[in-house]
């Protein structure tokens, strides 16, 4: 956590005064703000932080936070102690496909440790780090909710099942030949059993 | 066969979709409640119906209900706890997934139920993707004239809402819930007051969780009184059981309150058996949160009586030889299972989770957690194991949230039931590691 916190003290103004969403981002985050009562949109924090990371590359950088700030009329300290609180929020740059291997309990009892370290010897990167090309990153998590799948990863909005080996090549495979960001907030999720 | 109250129409195509939904019987109980029920009588069958909270605390539902403050000119609001993270627990997604409309329905009878005119369902963020499934099917009950201004004629309007998490146990704790839907940090508060009194921006609250926001639905299709003759004494109705680890058939299944620890494990028609022919070692059976038993005490009690899937059954003993129903989340482990490693994955969870607010929690849970690595590692000590004992009972009860409780509870378990496991990885200097993916996937079920 101190190495994010510390990456969060660089603050770009130039960059800032650059930064907006898209028009569809912004239209979002209007509807969102609705969903409260007259005062409370500090309520929409968290939903418009999943837009943010999807609109700046998968991670919240201390010019997205302070914009998001603005947005929702609260202070950047506000948005910085709710991003660094919830483990879905990267508070430093991270591959266009995050691989998140579950590994508690039930994922373990099925061998999760063995994917991770499948998932390692094949990218050649350990757990944390990303490809050198910012493909993937390798993430381990806590119980995704999966148990009776395990083992499982997640990657953007899409929950990987009962994975083996061969599937993982699969969906490497696919991924990199699609080499786009996948985001948690993308639409044309799947859900592979 | 047991009776299915929630999964029963499971298996019809489209039943995700608000017609086919719809077509068999769904919102019947929308209809019932709204122009047969006042809002009070609705409370009343709830009671009558000796529902339990399906979260894991297994509270009656009908007396939270009952607690929620009514001041005039203040609004009141239900939320759905969705934020389903309990290790061994995947029920709620199931139900959202598979049934969408079930808690949408659910929410409309219970908001009606609670005066409540704007409601949300908090989920967890990793389960976006059901978000989407949810935000289409309350679309759907919009245009349908079940959610909004007005409902079926009637004076009780409703709006309903889903917001996302962001990855955080804590917020299943309600009153973290209701920090985080209030867009901050997931720090349980003090209680009192209680949600009931002053809960999402301070008014009236009542979070529950999705299974038993469903479960209102038949309750008030077949009346309180009915769904309290299924089950066993005061564990009444059904239940999902999320089922999983070295068995034959994991999944969720739903089971009437009563039905034998043993048939569930081995019964075709539940688990199927232990994978591989291999013999069972252990069970957490509701979630990782409640004590771990070894086989015999999970198949009966320390009396010698086959131990049965309720409430009071699986609590019999206390923690010295017993456990809890909690969650559901049914772990099943086999023979070569380390004890100890599966700890570890559940101390590192505690240890992650922890929000940080009470010292016992926050330093004890990653001191478990090293601990527990030497063992792995082969660099414990006999005395490492009356430490981990000492910090465990010094977590557990001095903490704001049940996180602590949580956390310490696996540990005292473990030591209490497994103190030879513990003892053999000081002897041998580590413990034997076993290749989990050949044990996954040798097998002729996949």
């Not at chain 2, 499971?10 to 919102?27: A, F, L």
């Not at chain 2, 995947?90 to 409540?116: C, N, Q, T, W």
């Amino acid at each position: 956590m101190s190495a994010q916190i510390h990456g969060v003290l660089s603050f770009d103004k130039e960059k800032r005064k650059q930064l907006k969403f898209s028009e569809s981002a912004l239209q979002t985050i209007e509807q969102i703000k609705t969903r409260y009562p007259e005062g409370k949109q500090k309520s929409a924090l968290i939903p418009v932080l999943h837009i943010a990371q999807a609109e700046n590359d998968g991670w919240l950088s201390p010019e997205v936070m302070d914009y998001v700030a603005e947005l929702l009329n609260i202070t950047p300290i506000e948005v910085f102690e709710v991003a660094s609180f919830y483990s879905m929020f990267n508070l430093k740059p991270v591959g266009k496909c995050v691989l998140e291997v579950c590994r508690t309990s039930s994922c373990w009892l099925n061998g999760a440790n063995e994917i991770v370290e499948y998932l390692e010897k094949k990218l050649g990167i350990k757990e944390g780090e990303t490809t050198p090309d910012g493909m993937f990153t390798i993430k381990t998590v806590e119980c995704l909710g999966s148990c009776g799948t395990a083992p499982m990863m997640q990657c953007g909005a899409s929950y990987h099942e009962n994975l083996t080996f061969e599937k993982i090549d699969q969906i490497l495979d696919q991924y990199k030949s699609e080499a786009k960001r996948r985001n948690y907030t993308d639409t044309e999720t799947f859900h592979t059993k | 066969m047991g009776k299915k109250l929630l999964l029963d129409k499971i298996n019809i195509p489209g039943i995700q979709t608000y017609e086919v939904y719809r077509q068999n019987g769904g919102y019947s109980a929308v209809e019932k409640a709204l122009k047969n029920y006042s809002s009070d009588q609705i409370v009343e069958e709830v009671k009558k119906s000796g529902l339990r909270g399906r979260g894991g605390a297994g509270f009656p539902t009908g007396m939270k209900w009952g607690f929620l403050a009514k001041p005039p000119g203040v609004p009141r609001y239900l939320l759905c706890n969705a934020d389903e993270s309990e290790p061994g627990t995947f029920k709620d997604r199931y139900l959202m997934e598979h049934i969408p409309h079930l808690l949408i329905e659910g929410m409309i009878v219970s908001s009606y139920a609670l005066g409540a005119n704007t409601s949300y369902i908090y989920i967890r963020g990793e389960y976006f993707y059901v978000a989407r499934l949810l935000e289409k099917a309350i679309a759907e009950a919009y245009a349908n004239g079940w959610l909004g201004k007005n409902i079926l004629g009637t004076d009780y309007s409703l709006d309903l809402y889903v917001q996302v998490g962001a990855g955080a146990y804590i917020c299943g704790e309600e009153t973290a819930l209701i920090e985080s839907l209030e867009g901050k940090r997931g720090n349980p508060r003090m209680k009192p007051p209680f949600p009931a009194v002053a809960g999402l921006w301070g008014c009236p609250t009542v979070v529950n969780n999705v299974e038993t926001i469903a479960a209102v639905v038949p309750i008030v299709n077949m009346g309180g009184e009915e769904y309290a003759k299924i089950g066993v004494g005061k564990s009444t109705g059904t239940k999902l059981i999320s089922a999983s680890g070295h068995i034959n058939k994991p999944g969720v299944y739903e089971i009437e309150l009563g039905l034998p620890v043993e048939e569930f494990i081995y019964s075709d028609e539940y688990c199927g058996g232990i994978r591989g022919g291999k013999k069972l070692k252990a069970v957490i059976a509701g979630g990782s949160s409640v004590p771990v038993l070894p086989a015999e005490l999970i198949l009966k009690t320390a009396k010698g009586e086959p131990r049965l899937m309720s409430y009071e059954s699986l609590a019999d003993g206390g923690f010295q030889t017993g456990t809890a129903l909690g969650s559901g989340g049914f772990i099943v482990m086999d023979e070569d299972t380390s004890i100890i490693y599966n700890l570890y994955t559940l101390s590192r969870f505690y240890h992650h989770e922890s929000c940080g607010q009470c010292s016992p929690c926050r330093e004890g849970t990653g001191w478990m957690e090293r601990i527990l690595k030497k063992f792995i590692d082969g660099t414990a000590t006999m005395k490492d194991i009356d430490l981990l004992w000492d910090i465990q009972s010094k977590i557990d009860g001095r903490t704001i949230c049940p996180l602590g409780d949580a956390a310490s509870w696996p540990v005292a378990s473990a030591i209490r039931h497994f103190r030879h496991e513990f003892e053999e990885a000081v002897k041998n200097k580590g413990i034997k590691k076993v290749n989990h993916y050949n044990k996954r996937w040798s097998k002729e079920t996949v």
